[in-house]
């Protein structure tokens, strides 16, 4: 069997420095809904990203998923590649960065059902990201899915 597979877009923004210089990057991540995670932060935050099926391109399948789970166009841009992580459950994500502006106050994000308490025979929805927020890339580092840090660095790479 062969791993899932998930593609994401990590929007990326310049802060202003003052006197016209730029400060540092912030990006866009979202905390993962659902009972699992409400009460975690490290670990909890993630690229809005999404499975996608082996007859779907991974870029339209990024494109895609930021809809679903933001409820918000995925913004035009130079699209940055940032390649693929492998994470500990075996998933491989793809990302690709792009520099826009986007107002988490906006987002409407997709939900999905589980049963929940397990076995309790009650099923319930939960957003699939219960917030987006921009956070400078130190505090990112701290909250994200551990695999995903090498997104964080790549962005780096490339904006230097």
């Known amino acids: 069997m062969s791993a899932k597979r998930s593609a994401g877009l990590l929007l ?9 210089v730029p400060g540092p990057l912030q990006v866009l991540l979202g905390h993962m809904g659902g009972p ?6 490290a670990g909890a935050w993630s690229v809005p990203k999404g499975e996608y099926e082996p007859d779907e391109a991974a870029w339209d399948a990024a494109r895609r998923e930021f809809q679903e789970e933001l ?11 940032l390649g693929e992580v492998r ?18 106050a906006r987002m409407v994000p997709g939900t999905f059902t589980m049963e929940w ?37 790549r962005l780096v790479e490339h904006s230097e």
């Open 12 to 20: 990326f923004r310049r802060t202003d420095g003052g006197d016209g």
């Open 36 to 41: 699992f995670f409400a009460r975690r932060d």
């Open 71 to 81: 409820g918000l166009a995925p913004p035009e841009g130079e699209a940055v590649p």
């Open 87 to 104: 994470q500990t459950n075996g998933k491989i994500v793809t990302a690709w960065a792009i520099e826009a502006d986007l107002d988490p």
């Open 117 to 153: 308490p397990p076995r309790s025979g009650r099923f319930q929805e939960f957003p699939e990201l219960d917030r987006v927020e921009w956070l400078d890339l130190d505090r990112a580092r701290a909250v994200i899915v551990p695999a995903q840090a090498a997104f964080l660095d």
